[in-house]
């Protein structure tokens, strides 16, 4: 049995850990960290919690000061998670760190987008956790960054084109819409039900702190510099997570065959089903799973390529995905504890 701290457990991606690791056959939490409910048992502050699955929660210094575990999972806001992640590491535990203190490869780029880093040397030594390009390097890994939920959508839809040299690839352009959880659980007047509820926005234009990473990933894989156009929306669900992505042709391709090369290149993958065509992703479809669907279409009278991508922003876009990354960081089945079919309806 494979012991689990889980740092900032009452938060959204703290709870979905909760839901995930409760019927997880290797991993087993054994203490959560809330300033709120330190003292208490899981049980009281989560309702949902069984008595076989139930576990203390403590205040972070206190889990720090005796981190009695094999691997621990850090959902706490970006800024916070690199003040934790050394001492845990000095104890012996692998980390899987949900913010995005660590996504970045140059603190330099941190700073741009989130203020200035506090623990720098540590970037090298974290693997970017998207099992999809990193596989291996996260299997040898102690600290892995979990992605952003929104990069998640957008670089499993643009993977296998970037290499293409029918397609443009410099800049993207991506209209993205996430379920209010993204917004985290805290308080706020503008994800509040009557100002959200009936409300279909974007927000972060030009400027979303998860451009960096999308650009980061991207060249990597394409080999040259990325610019990625994005604009995000908060539409009035509680989860899920759809991109829409538009990449110009330079010479014509048809939807058949762009379909079949996304269909060999995710052949293998356990949480990343291609669509068939006339068939586009909907949330419906993803919510509470660890799956990505995709789907691809050409409008040949633009000469445009347009890539669909839907995922649990919750899931393969957080929580889901740090599971799976803790697996391979374990040595376990991939898909362990992550096989669970959608919540439909």
Known sequence: MIRALVFGVTGYTGLELVRLLSTHPEIFIVAGSSRTWAGKRASEALPFVNRAKDFPLRTLEDLLEDPQADIAFLALPHGESMAVIRPLLEAGLKVVDLSADLRLNDAEVYQ??????KDPELIPRAVYGLPELYREEIRKADLV???????????????????LSEVDTSCPVVDSKSGISGAGRGAKLNTSFCEAGESFKPYG???????????????KVAGKP?????????????????????????QPLSAVSIRELYIEHYRSEPFVKVLPAGKFPDTAFVRGSNQCHLAIEVDERTGWLIV????????????????????????????????GLPLFP
């Not at 741009?112 to 880093?117: I, K, T």
């Not at 610019?227 to 538009?246: A, E, N, Q, W």
């Not at 995905?321 to 504890?337: F, K, P, Y």
Request: net charge positive.
């Open 145 to 163: 960054a979990n992605p952003g939920c929104y990069p998640t959508s957008v670089i499993l839809a643009l993977v296998p084109l970037m290499k």
């Open 205 to 219: 234009v030009i400027r979303h702190r998860h451009i960096p990473e999308m650009e980061q990933e991207l060249s």
């Open 226 to 250: 990325v610019k990625v156009r994005f604009t995000p929306h908060l539409i009035p669900v509680s989860r899920g997570m759809v991109s829409t992505i538009h990449v110009r042709l330079i």
């Open 112 to 117: 741009d987008w989130y203020g200035p880093h």
């Open 308 to 339: 669909m991508s839907a995922i649990d922003n919750l899931v393969k876009g957080a929580s889901g995905a740090a599971v799976q990354n803790a697996n391979l960081m374990t040595g376990l089945e991939e898909s362990s504890g992550l096989s």
